[in-house]
Structures are given as structure tokens and as C-alpha cells.
């Protein structure tokens, strides 16, 4: 029994060779993405897109990819300044808007009637 559970654990855990090769691909694909971005986007638009990901980091992300794919199928002719940038975000917005709905219920005291 001990010898099945230390053969899960061990084909479970990488070893720490594989763990340094996935981190730098990692890496290095977040740093290419970085650097396509830069091409794409103006300094304004890159400022603005850094703040939005200080505070929403999943928004700012799918707006990357947003402009990454537009930018792969030839869309975006030139770079995408601030103004593009911020119509952009709004079409998101209105595509990703959730309803917003509270509901309160009260408790019913011991004391109160139902009559």
C-alpha cells in the first residue's frame, strides 16, 4: 500500500528542471506578448491599459488578447492610440455588463403574529 502511494506521489510532482523550463516559457511568451503590445499600442494607450490592470487584471488581459488577435488577423492598420483604446473598452463593457440584483429577506421575529 505505502509502495502505490509513493509512486501517485512522486509521478504527481515535477522535477525541479521541468518546473524551470515551464517558467520560462512562460516567461519568455509573456515577454514576447509584452513586446507585440508595445508595437501595437501608443504610450498613452499602454499607460492607460497598465492602470486598468492595476485594478482589474482579468479585464485588462482579455483587452490584450482583444488587440492581440485583431492585430494577428490584420484589423489594426495602425498603432492604437488612447481613443481607440477607450471605445474599445467600452464595447467590452457593454458586452460584459452582469445584472446587479439584491435581494433582502427578513427574518421573522418569534413574536410576531401571522394573523
Known sequence: MQE???????????????QKAQDDAKSEAEERRQMMLSQILSAEARERLARIALVKP??????????????????????????RLISLLEQINTQTTKQTRVTIQRRRSVLEDDD
Not at 502505490?4 to 521541468?18: A, D, F, I, K, Y
Not at 482579468?58 to 481613443?83: H, M, P, T, W
Open 4 to 18: 502505490l502511494m509513493g509512486q501517485n506521489s512522486m509521478g504527481n510532482q515535477q522535477n525541479p528542471e521541468q
Open 58 to 83: 482579468e479585464k485588462a488581459r482579455g483587452v490584450e488578447d482583444v488587440i492581440l488577435n485583431a492585430a494577428q488577423r490584420g484589423q489594426i492598420a495602425e498603432k492604437v492610440s488612447e481613443e
